[in-house]
């Protein structure tokens, strides 16, 4: 099957790209609808990547987040016209003790490897999930981002000691938002306080007990443990700010990524005996919990709606650079792509 492929060839450069997919076996045919824009892409987009990186990397197709039809599931699974959530991360094996999202051998649209900006996805079944009726298509775009803050909340569960009363995420960005609201839905009673640097996006917050300014040293409060979700420039100040207000014993859930090594005081984490652990990615475990979320918390899907930025109808490769263009601009939110292509 011939397939359209839209790359990005050279920073802010987009060229489209005729490719011949093979249907055979029992892969599903998904037609994209909606596709969200993620800061990792914006890094390819804008070239802040490595020299190394981007001439290892491109030409490449961008997104890994987004939706879409199916148009044929030999399996039998998904019917014609089902919506679905696409899972970016592609296993070829898999471990009792790593997760998929985790394995050196899985495969991640958009990093690598070619993402969701092509005519039509031709993917296994097992990477995608139905997405239950009702769920507005622009949420939906950035279900993605959503199951990121689900695994790492998912990882607390498993590795933080059991008093959770105070909790605090570190980040007044979309991820921050999405972590703090995930411990809402999944923890009512549990005091929830974000650290920021903008006020203005602190107020959106409305669902966190309360909101802190990080500058703002006079009394803040400890927490018992902690989620980082800043990353660039801000991971250094963030972790530091962490391991002085974290208790004894805490949990540091790190998010953020950094393209810079970032210093940690392994002093103060011995002392304490604090437990660092990485995130990143995650898994079709982590989809169905974000899609079962949707279905028993409504109110989830209108907090998430404020994070609806910029929606904008994409048929041409200018269409995509004004999209990407908006993105570069946006004060919050996720920007998303009407893919019409």
């Not at 987009?14 to 596709?35: C, M, N």
């Not at 006020?199 to 703002?216: G, I, P």
């Amino acid at each position: 099957m011939l397939n359209c492929v839209y790359r990005l060839i050279a920073p802010r450069m987009f060229e489209p790209v005729e490719i011949d997919v093979s249907t055979q076996g029992k892969r599903a045919i998904v037609r994209p609808t909606h596709l969200s824009i993620c800061n990792a892409d914006m890094r390819y987009y804008l070239g802040k990547r490595s020299v190394e990186a981007l001439s290892k990397k491109l030409p490449m197709s961008l997104i890994h987040e987004g939706i879409g039809t199916v148009v044929e599931d030999p399996t039998g699974l998904f019917s014609r016209g089902d919506r679905v959530v696409l899972l970016p991360n592609n296993p070829h094996e898999s471990s009792e003790h790593v997760a998929e999202n985790y394995l050196s051998s899985s495969e991640f649209c958009g990093s690598g490897f070619d993402g969701f900006m092509q005519e039509y996805l031709v993917m296994p079944p097992s990477r995608l999930v139905a997405l239950p009726l009702g769920v507005d298509a622009n949420i939906a775009a950035f279900t993605e981002l959503v199951s990121v803050a689900v695994h790492a909340v998912t990882r607390f569960e498993a590795i933080a000691h059991e008093r959770r009363d105070v909790v605090g995420v570190w980040g007044d960005g979309n991820l921050g938002f999405i972590v703090a609201l995930v411990l809402r839905m999944l923890y009512p009673d549990m005091l929830i306080v974000v650290f920021g640097r903008n006020s203005f996006k602190l107020a959106d917050f409305t669902f966190a007990d309360r909101v802190c300014l990080s500058h703002e040293a006079a009394d803040l409060p400890t927490v018992d443990h902690a989620f980082e979700c800043c990353g660039g420039y801000g991971s250094a100040k963030a972790i530091e700010q962490i391991i002085d207000l974290v208790k004894p014993e805490g949990t540091i859930s790190l998010l953020g990524v950094s393209e810079n090594p970032v210093p940690v005081n392994t002093r103060m984490v011995l002392e304490k005996g604090l437990r660092l652990f990485g995130s990143s990615r995650s898994g079709r475990a982590d989809f169905l919990r974000t899609v079962q979320l949707y279905q028993e918390h409504p109110s989830m899907l209108e907090y998430l709606k404020s994070l609806v930025g910029d929606v904008i109808p994409v048929r041409t490769t200018q269409d995509m650079t004004s999209a990407f263009e908006a993105d570069v601009c946006k004060p919050m939110g996720k920007t998303v792509m009407q893919w019409n292509v």
